[in-house]
C-alpha cells in the first residue's frame, strides 16, 4: 500500500508565484514614492519662497549685480584700494549712472511728447483715411463706437480700476523695500561674496565639501557669463534699433534704445515686444511707409542677434539649447510673469552647468577650487600686519590684566597683614 506524500513545494510555488511582483513593477514603484517625495518637498519649497519672494527676487537681482560689476571692485582691488572702499566707489557709481540714465530718459520723454502729440494727430488722421478706402466697413464711425464702449466700460467699473490704482501702491512701495534690500546686499556680495560662499559651503558634510564648492563656483561663473554677454547683446540691439528710428526719424529714439535694451534682457519676448513698440512708435507718428522701414531694420537687428551673437557669443557663455531657452522663458513668464521671464535663462544656466560639474564628477581634477578667500598680495601683507597688530594689542592687553591683578593681590596682602601687626605691638 503506497502512501501519498503531499507535494508542498507545488504549493508553495504557487503561493511564491501568486505574491510575485515583476523587478519593472519594483523598479516604477521605487521610482514613483522617490519622485513624490521630491515633489512634496519641491511644493514645500515653492510654497515657502513665494512667502518671502520679495526677499528671494532681491537677492537674485543682487546676485546679477554682482556678477556684472565685480569686475571693476576686483580691478579697484588690485590697485592697492581698499575693498570696502571699492566696493563703496562702484555702487554708488552704479547708482549715479542709473540715476542719470533715468533723468536723461525722462527728459527726452517731456520734450519728445509735445512734438509728437502733433504727429499723433496726423498719423491717426492718415490711418483713418486709409481704413475708409478699405473694401470692408471700418471707418471713423466704427473706431468712435469703439471708443465710446471703451470710455463706457471704464466707467462701468470704477471700483476695480481703483483696487488696481492701490494695488499699483502697493507695489510702488514693494519695489522701494525691494531696491533698498537689492543695494544693502549688493554690498556684502561684491565686498565678501567669497567669505559668504565659504561659509555657505562649510554646512554641508565633510565629504561634500569639495564638490559643493567647485560646482558653486562653476555655476557662478556660468551666471557671470551670462549676464556679461547678455548686457552686450542688448547693447547691440538697443544701438541698432535706436540708430534706426533716429535716423529714420522716428521721435523718442532715444528712450527707445533704452527701452530695447531693458527688454532685451528678457530672452525671445523682450526683443519681440520692443521691436512691436518701435514700429508702432513708427506708424503713428510717421505712417506706414516710414513703419515697414522701422519694421525692416527691427528684423535685420534681430537677425543679426539670433544669427550671429547667440550662437558666437552666448553659445560659448551658456550651452543651452534654443529650444530649451524658449520652452524655460515661456514656463518661467507664465509661473512668475516679467520676474520669471528674466530669471529663467540664467537659473537654467547654473543648473545645467552644476548637474554637467556633478555628474562628471569634475570636482576630483578641478584646479580652481579654493579653499580660502582669494586675495591679492598686498592684501594677505595688509591682513598679517593687522593681525600681528591685533595680537600685539592683546598681549598688551592681557599684560596690563596681569599687573592689575597682581596690584590687586599686593594690595590685598597689605590689607590682611596690617592688623595682625598692630595687634604685635
Known sequence: MSVQVPNTRSRDTQESSAHYVSPALKIAAGWSWRLLVV???AAALYWMFSKISLIVISIMIAALLAGLVSPVVYFLRKNKIHAGIATAITEIGLIAGVIGLLTLVGQQLTAGFSSLSDQVAEGWNQLVAMLNNLPIELGADRIDGYISQLTEAIQNNTSSIISGVASVGSTAADIGTGTVIVLFTLIFFLMEGERIWLFIVKLFPRRSRLAVNGAGRRGWKSLVSYVRVQVFVAAVDAVGIGLSAFFLGVPLA????????LGSFIPVVGALLTGAIAVLLAL???????????????????QIESNILQPLVMGKAVALHPL?????????????????ALFAVPVLAVVNTV???????????????????FLYPHEIKRRTKKAIAEKVKERLERKKEIEKQQEATAEAVETSTAPDSSAAR
Not at 532715444?254 to 535694451?261: C, E, S
Not at 530649451?324 to 520669471?340: D, F, N, P, Q, W
Request: glycine share 10%.
Open 324 to 340: 530649451a531657452v524658449v520652452i524655460v522663458v515661456i514656463a518661467g513668464s507664465t509661473l512668475y510673469g516679467i520676474v520669471g
Open 254 to 261: 532715444f528712450p527707445l534704445g533704452v527701452l530695447v535694451f
Open 39 to 41: 515633489g512634496i518637498a
Open 284 to 302: 503713428v507718428a510717421n505712417g506706414p511707409v516710414n513703419a515697414l522701414i522701422m519694421l525692416m531694420m527691427v528684423l535685420i537687428v534681430q
Open 355 to 373: 548637474v554637467r560639474y556633478l555628474a562628471g564628477r569634475e570636482w576630483e581634477s578641478d584646479p580652481d577650487i579654493r579653499q580660502s578667500e
